[in-house]
């Protein structure tokens, strides 16, 4: 709590010690788990009010994709220029990642399909 109180977010780093005490190696332990429904439900309210992300990827794959709908809903399209930031974020990057991604199949199909549905063309 103290953590999240004096850095504003509760992703602590791996290696990341508070008073001596591995905070990083506790949290990472917490979330395998969690994953292996192994965590107390009570813990992980408590974890979760503090702000504890259980998948960062996933939170930061979300947050992406609602820029690029703010993209598409603004523009009017999705051909976004690999260059072009939104919000502080570079969208044109992350979709240029995302397109070499599907095209080795390493794209979930439920991830390309919101991508498709938001209006992405995969071959450009």
Not at 69 to 77: D, L, N, S, T
């Amino acid at each position: 709590v103290k953590f999240q109180e004096r850095e504003g977010h509760s992703n602590v780093r791996f290696r990341h010690k508070e008073n001596g005490k591995n905070l990083g190696v506790w949290l990472n332990k917490q979330k395998r788990e969690k994953k292996k429904g192994k965590l107390d439900e009570s813990l992980e309210k408590r974890m979760e009010d503090v702000g504890v992300v259980w998948d960062i990827y996933a939170k930061q794959w979300n947050n992406n994709y609602r820029l690029l709908v703010q993209f598409q809903q603004r523009e009017g399209h999705c051909n976004v220029r690999c260059s072009h930031i939104e919000d502080g974020k570079k969208i044109g990057l992350w979709l240029k990642n995302q397109r070499w991604r599907n095209s080795k199949g390493k794209v979930d199909k439920s991830l390309v399909k919101r991508l498709e549905d938001a209006g992405v063309v995969w071959a450009r």
